[in-house]
């Protein structure tokens, strides 16, 4: 039995109010997939529109709310969390009663109270659980909101027709919804965004306070503060706006590490409590799904020449080895190292000999 | 006035004891580099050496200590923390004076007494700041150890001299030397590498207790528990052994986490909390020295289609368009993307429109 197919619902004019990282994508999910026939950006910042239309994310570019808006089928908030209730205060008396109206903030108690007051029924409040270090429209894509995980939290009034329209609609965007009420979005992320955040920066201050550290810091240091690396600015208004659900995952983040200092002094504890640890993380479905790990992997060791990855490239495709993944490991002053993913077992062996005969030197991996 | 160019020291023959990721990726780097003339593996699994010796990262294989080692004019421990003492004391005897000894294990102050001890004086304790999730010989890599800082923790009998020649064998294997007391050491990476482990433990132990957790960890926290997915024995093992360091450390982390906690009130404090640690993160060494952005990025969506990655770069290879860096972004059932570094901001364009042109869609990046 297969379920029924819903063919997607496309909307005529649809408006992106705030055109940076997030609203560009979803801009450009709805127009690489067809499911919009315009799209209008509206921005305070004459900047970002300009360059969204240059950009083709938009088709029309607008600075501030007004009766246009009435023509909508779909509105999109993607401002700041900061700025988002005031902005549906300004949006709410040009919204057609039929429109579809969502957000995607990364904090949702507030919103949906706020637009509950405002009497805006048709509001399905959303967080797209994706992003980037590198924010703005430059670099929105389609492929930002694929496979992402993408929170709707309807509140008790939300219309279930609207809901179901949402839920469609993100699932034509090839996101994955997931349906859950705003306090408990917002107990959950405080966990597992928030809470790693201030994590992530309080790791960073003690760098800040001894220089030897800094130059200590290796890999793992790194992948861990990386999120202390976005906009300085929408951080701080994303964990504020989110402090109470915050200030308790904080207590139990303290509980557990307290915890694991005790185990310390019992290392067979603290093995189970790494292995689990180790268990969890591996089969996070960000892990697993994530671009798999090809199985056949070969290493190229480059010199420092030109075009070195177009003429490696040309040998195999030269002699039909498909290449799956690439991947520069490392450009360093003397040359490199690219790590090719091929289709095959026998693959490897192929391309590395032909490599070799042309002088390269190789390297299989697991 | 140009400094010195010492000549590298070259070695007979050399011992790795452990032939893992680091001691195989240290045979190779002094293979790579031609410092030795034949490369011992001594392990106490037959697998790894074979793994080792299939691999042509050593020469020959021995599984236990004994007379033959006082052929070694540089010995190598590379095993586990938990297991370096007992290899210091079954290698000892045979150790010839003139050899240099060295190990890499994360934590310094035991290794370094125990050599003291034993009375071995030209051991010259070492910690290269590298590593990998993916362990064993299979992953081991000449590069690993590129331009990563490589701490030696000589103690006040170190010998000058073997703490020099220990010096320029670190440079020669394209590392970064730093010097500094055992204890020091030790309580650095208490914060930057034992501390963050742990807090990513935490984490993690914080999603395996519900479920829905793990449906919205995203990029930020699958990042920032990668290094909980590192090999629980080993990862336990070395925070074990660093624990009264470590204790120190999660005080202080406790402290910065409640000053943070504290800002969720301020928050003008808060946001200046958010740059600094933006700015100091940002310009971590390992952050900065790491492959840097190229300038210049096209963004080329690509069909589910054999050999897209060779299609491209042939195109782009006979208009003698370089390619700096490649980068799959995603792939997926229905195609993908993948993101091309050029070198000049007129390639950008060119390389676009003769993509185009063959029906490949494209997008630029800041």
Same mark, same amino acid.
């Given at each position: 039995?297969?379920?029924?197919?819903? /063919?997607?619902?496309?909307?005529?004019?649809?408006?992106?109010?705030?055109?940076?990282?997030?609203?560009? *994508?979803?801009?450009?999910?709805?127009?690489?997939?067809?499911? /919009?026939?315009?799209?209008?950006?509206?921005?305070? +910042?004459?900047?970002?529109?300009?360059?969204?239309?240059?950009?083709?994310?938009?088709?029309?570019?607008?600075?501030?709310?007004?009766?246009?808006?009435? *023509?909508?089928?779909?509105?999109? =908030?993607?401002?700041?969390?900061?700025?988002?209730? *005031?902005?549906?205060?300004?949006? $709410?008396?040009?919204?057609?009663?039929? @429109?579809?109206?969502?957000?995607?903030?990364?904090?949702?108690?507030?919103?949906? $109270?706020?637009?509950?007051? =405002?009497?805006?029924?048709?509001?399905?409040?959303?967080?797209?659980?994706?992003? /980037?270090?590198?924010?703005?429209?430059?670099?929105? /894509?389609?492929?930002?909101?694929?496979?992402?995980?993408?929170?709707?939290?309807?509140?008790?009034?939300?219309?279930?027709?609207?809901?179901?329209?949402?839920?469609?609609?993100?699932?034509?965007?090839?996101?994955?919804?997931?349906?859950?009420?705003?306090?408990?979005?917002?107990?959950?992320?405080?966990? #597992?965004?928030?809470?790693?955040?201030?994590? +992530? =920066? @309080?790791?960073?201050?003690?760098?800040?306070?001894?220089?030897?550290?800094?130059? =200590?810091?290796?890999?793992?240091?790194?992948?861990?503060?990386? #999120?202390?690396?976005?906009? !300085?600015?929408?951080?701080?208004?994303? #964990?504020?706006?989110?402090?109470?659900?915050?200030?308790?995952?904080?207590?139990?983040?303290?509980?557990?590490?307290?915890?694991?200092?005790?185990?310390?002094?019992?290392?067979?504890?603290?093995?189970?409590?790494?292995?689990?640890?180790?268990?969890?993380?591996?089969?996070?479905?960000?892990?697993?799904? +994530?671009?798999?790990? !090809?199985?056949?992997?070969?290493?190229?060791?480059?010199?420092?020449?030109?075009?070195?990855?177009?003429?490696?490239?040309?040998?195999?495709?030269?002699?039909?080895?498909?290449?799956?993944?690439?991947? #520069?490991?490392?450009?360093?002053?003397?040359?490199?190292?690219?790590?090719?993913?091929?289709?095959?077992?026998?693959?490897?062996?192929?391309?590395?000999?032909?490599?070799?005969?042309?002088?390269?030197?190789?390297?299989?991996?697991?």
């Amino acid at each position: 039995m297969s379920s029924p197919v819903l /063919s997607p619902e496309t909307f005529e004019t649809v408006v992106v109010a705030g055109v940076g990282l997030i609203g560009g *994508s979803v801009a450009l999910g709805l127009r690489e997939r067809m499911l /919009s026939r315009h799209i209008i950006g509206l921005d305070a +910042s004459a900047g970002a529109l300009e360059e969204a239309l240059a950009l083709g994310v938009i088709d029309e570019a607008r600075t501030a709310p007004g009766e246009w808006l009435r *023509s909508a089928d779909l509105v999109v =908030l993607a401002v700041p969390v900061k700025v988002l209730t *005031s902005l549906a205060r300004s949006l $709410a008396p040009y919204l057609a009663p039929g @429109a579809l109206i969502t957000d995607v903030g990364s904090v949702k108690t507030g919103i949906a $109270a706020e637009f509950e007051a =405002l009497g805006v029924r048709a509001f399905v409040p959303g967080h797209p659980m994706t992003g /980037s270090e590198r924010g703005g429209v430059a670099n929105a /894509s389609a492929g930002l909101l694929e496979n992402a995980v993408w929170v709707l939290t309807p509140t008790e009034r939300t219309p279930l027709t609207a809901l179901s329209r949402m839920r469609r609609l993100v699932e034509q965007l090839g996101a994955a919804p997931v349906v859950m009420p705003p306090d408990a979005h917002d107990k959950l992320v405080a966990t #597992v965004s928030h809470l790693p955040y201030l994590a +992530s =920066l @309080a790791l960073t201050h003690m760098v800040a306070r001894d220089e030897r550290l800094s130059l =200590l810091a290796a890999g793992g240091f790194r992948d861990l503060t990386r #999120v202390a690396s976005g906009d !300085p600015r929408m951080s701080r208004d994303m #964990v504020v706006e989110n402090k109470v659900a915050l200030r308790e995952a904080l207590h139990s983040f303290s509980r557990q590490l307290a915890h694991l200092a005790d185990t310390l002094d019992d290392p067979e504890e603290l093995l189970l409590a790494a292995s689990e640890g180790k268990r969890t993380r591996d089969n996070l479905p960000v892990v697993k799904r +994530s671009l798999l790990p !090809p199985k056949y992997d070969l290493v190229v060791a480059v010199p420092d020449k030109p075009n070195q990855i177009g003429a490696i490239t040309r040998i195999l495709g030269e002699a039909s080895i498909n290449i799956k993944d690439i991947e #520069v490991l490392a450009i360093r002053e003397h040359g490199g190292a690219i790590r090719l993913g091929l289709e095959e077992a026998g693959d490897v062996d192929r391309a590395a000999a032909l490599l070799r005969q042309e002088g390269y030197a190789t390297r299989n991996r697991g």
